[in-house]
């Protein structure tokens, strides 16, 4: 069983830019999706956006737009950059693997957007 440490995040004031990353305990480069998931305060966790194999990605409709999932095989990292951030986005931010090994969820990354 793999795991994926997600870190990056931060207090950050309205408008900002984070880049997280999701980083995996070994290759990454067969895992057929990786997602990002975000869990607000007092709210249930919801999808980001996912990034396949070949480098596809998708996002929630909710969330296209201001987020980038990108993915360097050669780090075993996938990051999530988020744009022109607002109070709405304060969230723990996950990284998970689906069916692969990298199933279990981690710790996540707080992000806190305030001024």
């Known amino acids: 069983q793999g795991q994926l440490v997600e870190s990056g995040g931060g207090l950050v004031q309205p408008g900002g830019s984070l880049r997280l990353s999701c980083a995996a305990s070994?290759?990454?480069?067969?895992?057929?999706?990786i997602a990002w998931y975000r869990q607000p305060p007092g709210a249930q966790r919801e999808l980001v956006g996912v990034i396949l194999q070949d480098g596809t990605t998708d996002y929630a409709d909710s969330m296209k737009g201001r987020f980038a999932i990108s993915r360097d095989n050669t780090k075993n990292t996938v990051y999530l950059e988020i744009d022109n951030l607002k109070p709405a986005d304060t969230a723990v931010y996950y990284c998970n693997g689906g069916d692969s090994e990298y199933h279990s969820w981690g710790q996540g990354t707080q992000v806190t957007v305030s001024s």
């Open positions: 070994g290759s990454i480069s067969h895992i057929d999706a």
